[in-house]
């Protein structure tokens, strides 16, 4: 079964700062892969999905993603944060349809004023 | 507006006593979906259904049941709620492919004690 690892349970950085969040898994065939995120107390918004073509897909609210291959990974990237960016983000693959739909544990965001 | 509903928002019960989450959407979806969020754990899949009277198991279906009766709704049913299954519990839909993005509802908090 396929696995998502998010190394960084938490991260802090000032506003205006870059952001890269990490998230790699395991799969064996071509992933289908999002980004989605959590503020506190909501439910889960989609920031943006990989499927296949261009390895680097753009989303919501600035956010890109960039995916490799050869390092199993899908890292969200932002240049610049802002405060109300501090959320959970969490890291899913699609296996099959929806059929085994899987989460990585997620990494939170703090952001310094 | 599109969207996905669960009832109650937060409910506190004791041990063994039936309880059942409902889910409703509004956007003609075939696929819905229950997860439960732990901390450092993310959303672990417990039931999805591809379509009316169509159910599967998922990563951590023990002590729950759901029933698909009509499109719109996917209820979750504890028949005896454990301490263990104190969590957040989070319902999803949308169209049935890959390329589709899965809709949160807003989430249920369930203490049992």
């Known amino acids: 079964a396929q696995s998502v690892t998010q190394p960084d349970i938490h991260i802090t950085v000032s506003e205006g700062a870059s952001l890269e969040l990490r998230c790699n898994y395991s799969?064996?065939?071509?992933?289908?892969l999002f980004w989605y995120v959590q503020s506190p107390g909501q439910g889960l918004q989609l920031l943006l999905k990989?499927?296949?073509?261009?390895?680097l897909v753009q989303g919501i609210k600035g956010f890109e993603a960039e995916f490799k291959r050869s390092q199993s990974s899908f890292n969200l990237r932002k240049p610049s944060v802002h405060w109300s960016d501090a959320a959970e983000y969490f890291c899913?693959?699609?296996?099959?349809?929806?059929?085994?739909?899987?989460f990585g544990p997620g990494t939170r965001l703090s952001v310094l004023p | 507006e599109a969207q996905v509903t669960q009832n109650p928002r937060y409910l506190i019960t004791v041990t063994g006593k039936k309880l059942t989450v409902t889910c409703s959407q509004n956007?003609?979806?075939?696929?819905m979906s229950w997860y439960r969020q732990d901390p450092g754990l993310g959303l672990r899949q417990i039931y999805y259904?591809?379509?009316?009277?169509?159910?599967d198991k998922g990563d951590v279906p023990e002590g729950y049941k759901v029933s698909r009766k009509e499109k719109r709704n996917f209820p979750l049913i504890l028949e005896s709620p454990s301490p263990n299954q104190t969590s957040l519990y989070f319902c999803?839909?949308?169209?049935?492919?890959?390329?589709?993005?899965?809709?949160f509802g807003p989430g249920t908090r369930l203490t049992v004690l």
């Open positions: 259904s591809m379509n009316v009277e169509v159910t």
């Open positions: 899913a693959v699609d296996e099959n349809y929806g059929q085994n739909f899987v």
């Open positions: 799969y064996g065939a071509t992933p289908y």
């Open positions: 999803a839909s949308s169209f049935k492919t890959r390329y589709n993005e899965q809709f």
């Open positions: 990989y499927f296949s073509g261009d390895t």
């Open positions: 956007m003609n979806h075939e696929y």
